[in-house]
């Protein structure tokens, strides 16, 4: 079992930055897909990015590339999602899950993850 906590969420103006965190507890994400996900209000839940802590390989979506890095600290198994650039289409509650099985790729559907984390909120204003 892993127990995920997000944090960094929060209200900020188009164009600025924020960094979410994800943090495991209970069991380490061992050689696990590590992904984010988000949904936008009154919309399904979507992929935004992806590392498997095998490999470091990682995935994003066409909508988030050159602007959000997905990154790991082993140390502190934690996964980081670096957000830049923000737009106001970028709000949403923002998800981080685990596959809770072994990848060398990540994984990108909702499907493929066992573990999610509370969700934290992103507003981008305009």
């Known amino acids: 079992q892993v127990q995920l906590v997000e944090s960094g969420g929060g209200l900020v103006q188009a164009g600025d930055s924020l960094r979410l965190s994800c943090a495991a507890s209970?069991?380490?994400?061992?050689?696990?897909?590590v992904g984010w996900f988000r949904q936008p209000p009154g919309k399904e839940r979507e992929f935004v990015a992806a590392?498997?802590?095998?490999?470091?390989?990682?995935n994003s979506a066409d909508s988030v590339k050159g602007r959000f890095t997905i990154s790991r600290d082993n140390a502190k198994s934690t996964v980081y999602l670096q957000m830049n650039s923000l737009k106001p289409e970028d709000t949403a509650v923002y998800y981080c899950?685990?596959?809770?099985?072994?990848?060398?790729?990540?994984?990108?559907?909702?499907?493929?993850?066992?573990?999610w984390g509370q969700g934290t909120q992103v507003t981008v204003t305009s």
């Open positions: 899950a685990a596959s809770g099985t072994s990848s060398w790729n990540p994984a990108r559907m909702l499907l493929e993850y066992a573990y």
């Open positions: 590392i498997s802590w095998r490999s470091g390989n990682t």
């Open positions: 209970g069991r380490t994400f061992s050689s696990q897909s």
